[in-house]
């Protein structure tokens, strides 16, 4: 939403003071120690913007209170796993050589908004001192939350969340889901399921010596399956909930939620292995609007949220020319999970096409977890029957060398290669 968008849905400003009031009366604990993940678009239109949120925040805790955010910078991390996108092999060595050592003060955070970005460099806040993991954290237990962050495992056992687990601190989602729960990852740390592993990462460090690539383990992480998970943790009616100005807000104690989510995981992953897929095609519709701009955010990190999701909702305001499903697959209590999507178009003329119009698959994004389980191939059929009816015998995509295994994906799916662009055609009957 456009700041001028946000004036127009307010009826009234949401200010340090009103937002301070309305997290204590949501049970935001004076004197009591809070890990927050925060959206400031989805207050509405705010008075002094992230900083306002932020000191809301702080006198909600009161002086006695500690804050604590997430402070990522997974930028600085090993090139062979990126994907989104990833880079060429030729290049990796320049950026294991090259890429900034990380600096508590100086490194920024990534992908996580501008109240996490400016909360790391107000006055007093500290921050772990993990290069890829770190954390966040003002009040009187700010040291004793972030120190000896692991270099292994890093939201493990030696992490800032085992530290808030100890102090039973509260979450709070506000504006958020619980995809962002950070602190569903301590609870994988402490589930079990067949096909957990850990990854070899690295990333890069200063020290009195000088700067140094250094090499850690860390665990196979996924998300896709905390929206779920935090679907069943609410069910069981431990989560407060409440409006703080225009954002859902959720509070509840993370030692309820991460001893709830490793019972959830070790029995729900488990399952979930031992059985194939069954998938559900759903079309995306504008009550789905925020779960598809966070999903498209993970296909195109480069963009901005903001400007993905208004691209998001304008594509659907054109349903004669523009379609989006998502691949679900779930059971009935829980409700479907969302493994990936298609994003379509109607192209009157496309390069290579020969002049005709075709459909055309403007992005399509499997959840790492469900990769190798025939997601793509569901979507692209679902692709191939909106371009019949749509009355076109092409459908089209594109791709770029950039993105391992995307060519040998669109030849297995049954496109051929057209020399134009990278693009990749396939012929429907």
């Excluded at 909930?241 to 019972?263: I, M, P």
Aim: overall charge neutral; glycine content about 10%.
């Amino acid at each position: 939403m456009s700041e001028g968008d946000a004036v127009l849905a307010a009826t009234a400003p949401a200010t340090r003071a009103s937002l301070a009031a309305e997290l204590a009366a949501l049970g935001v604990p004076r004197g009591g120690v809070l890990i927050a993940h925060l959206s400031l678009s989805a207050l509405g239109w705010t008075a002094g913007g992230a900083l306002a949120l932020l000191d809301a925040l702080g006198d909600a805790l009161g002086p006695e209170g500690t804050l604590v955010l997430p402070a990522f910078s997974s930028d600085l991390s090993e090139p062979s796993r990126w994907q989104a996108p990833p880079v060429p092999e030729a290049w990796w060595e320049t950026i294991r050589a090259e890429l900034p050592a990380f600096d508590p003060a100086r490194t920024p955070t990534r992908g996580l908004g501008r109240a996490p970005e400016l909360f790391r460099t107000l006055p007093g806040v500290q921050r772990s001192t993990h290069p890829t993991s770190s954390f966040a954290a003002r009040g009187p237990l700010a040291a004793e939350l972030l120190g000896g962050h692991s270099l292994d495992l890093p939201l493990g056992e030696g992490s800032p969340l085992a530290r808030l687990y100890e102090r039973d601190a509260r979450v709070l989602l506000l504006g958020v889901g619980h995809e962002r729960n950070t602190s569903l990852h301590l609870a994988e740390h402490r589930a079990s399921w067949p096909a957990k592993r850990t990854l070899r990462q690295g990333a890069p460090v200063r020290e009195p010596s000088g700067r140094r690539w250094v090499e850690f383990d860390e665990l196979d992480v996924r998300d896709d399956d905390f929206p779920a998970c935090g679907r069943a943790f609410a069910a069981s009616g431990a989560e407060r909930s409440g409006r703080v100005a225009r954002a859902e807000a959720r509070l509840f104690r993370q030692r309820e939620l991460v001893d709830f989510a490793a019972a959830w995981f070790s029995e729900q992953r488990s399952r979930a292995q031992s059985a194939p897929l069954e998938l559900e095609l759903r079309p995306v519709g504008p009550a789905e609007l925020e779960r598809w701009a966070e999903l498209r955010h993970r296909l195109w990190p480069q963009g901005e949220p903001s400007e993905l999701r208004a691209e998001a909702e304008q594509l659907l305001s054109e349903p004669a020319r523009a379609q989006a499903y998502f691949a679900c697959a779930g059971d009935e209590a829980l409700g479907p999970q969302v493994l990936g999507f298609v994003e379509l178009t109607r192209r009157e003329r496309a390069p290579g096409s020969g002049g005709q119009p075709v459909g055309y698959v403007e992005g399509w994004y499997v959840e790492p977890s469900a990769r190798g389980q025939g997601v793509g191939r569901f979507l692209i059929a679902a692709a191939r029957e909106w371009t019949r009816a749509q009355g076109l015998r092409l459908l089209a995509s594109d791709t770029t060398p950039r993105y391992r295994g995307s060519r040998a994906a669109h030849l297995a799916l049954g496109f051929r290669e057209v020399r134009v662009e990278h693009r990749f055609l396939c012929e429907l009957a």
